[in-house]
């Protein structure tokens, strides 16, 4: 059997704490600013001691929210996995310390019953998940994507059963139009199981959950926002602002298309990296910011290729 290193976390991990954690919502959880997201470079293709590495990191740096989905990965599943690797490794001892995600909603496996948001998809998909994860509970489940087939009170019901179940502590949605927000947060409320907290896309360059009021009835419901793609997948730091550097996110063409960088968007992105560095920052810590100083901002969600970036990210906390 293979000998690793036994993991010691930082004991200065929580020296931070005053600048480092907001309240999510009107609820009891307290988030750190910046999490970690498992969406990329958790994968099996990834080397585990590089992962786990991040993870380290992350913990050291007080940083006690991971977000995963049950198809995260590539392939499925295998972010899940690689945490129950690093569960038993190395963050059995703190899992108190941890606030865990994870999400079902897109397609996870063939037929009927592996997408959306059904009661049967939702609940079989969080079994999957715990299996993979080595967990007994999640902190944190969410409706991954809102499903304009199946009634809202199906999904929302399964939601409520799960905490029950004491499958899940909290129950959070992601990227819900607002008239669907609304009814959760309602439903959720009369069966007293609140809703914690809202994922959506937020960055300077997309400002839709401002523009279409899902920021400002979070605020006022006590409900938390916590961003994802707050970087907008890279081109919101320094690495497109001379061009598309080969290995870069964008040569892929899987989640960010070449075309996407325009002229016009190159000219904004240079303006903003210029605004940015007359206040001694980088673009990248900039857009955080701005993002955190946003009202009813509780988190921004970050990916990591390595604990450097991880560190540089981290930057945004002394601001």
Not at 13 to 21: E, G, S, V
Not at 58 to 82: K, Q, R, V, W
Not at 93 to 98: A, F
Not at 212 to 221: A, P, S, T
């Amino acid at each position: 059997m293979e000998l690793r290193e036994k993991y010691i976390a930082a004991a200065t991990r929580y020296d931070n704490a005053d600048k480092m954690y907001r309240r999510c919502g009107k609820s009891g959880v307290l988030l750190p600013k910046v999490s970690l997201g498992f969406w990329h470079n958790f994968g099996a293709n990834d080397a585990f001691e590089h992962c786990r590495a991040i993870a380290h990191c992350a913990f050291d740096n007080g940083i006690t929210h991971f977000d995963l989905a049950n198809n995260y990965g590539p392939p499925y599943g295998s972010a899940e996995e690689t945490f129950g690797r690093m569960m038993d490794l190395d963050f059995r001892p703190h899992r108190d310390e941890l606030f865990i995600a994870t999400k079902a909603g897109y397609d996870m496996w063939p037929g009927p019953y592996g997408n959306w948001g059904s009661r049967k998809y939702l609940m079989a998909s969080l079994d999957q998940s715990l299996r993979r994860m080595h967990l007994d509970y999640v902190d944190l489940f969410y409706s991954h994507r809102y499903d304009p087939e199946t009634p809202l009170e199906e999904t929302l019901q399964a939601l409520v059963d799960i905490v029950r179940s004491g499958k899940a502590l909290y129950v959070g949605i992601s990227r819900w139009p607002l008239d669907a927000l609304k009814t959760a947060a309602d439903y959720l409320a009369a069966r007293d199981v609140p809703l914690l907290i809202y994922q959506g896309r937020l960055n300077m360059l997309d400002r839709a959950p401002q523009e279409e009021g899902i920021l400002d009835f979070c605020h006022e419901r006590g409900i938390g926002f916590i961003s994802f793609s707050p970087l907008a997948q890279g081109l919101l730091t320094d690495r497109y602002l001379n061009g598309i550097p080969e290995g870069s996110r964008m040569t892929q063409g899987r989640f960010l298309k070449k075309d996407v960088l325009t002229p016009e968007l190159l000219e904004r992105l240079k303006a903003y990296n210029a605004e940015a560095q007359a206040q001694g920052k980088t673009l990248a810590e900039w857009a955080l910011a701005w993002i955190l100083l946003q009202k009813g901002i509780t988190s921004v969600l970050v990916g990591a290729s390595s604990p450097e970036q991880l560190k540089k990210n981290l930057r945004v906390i002394e601001n």
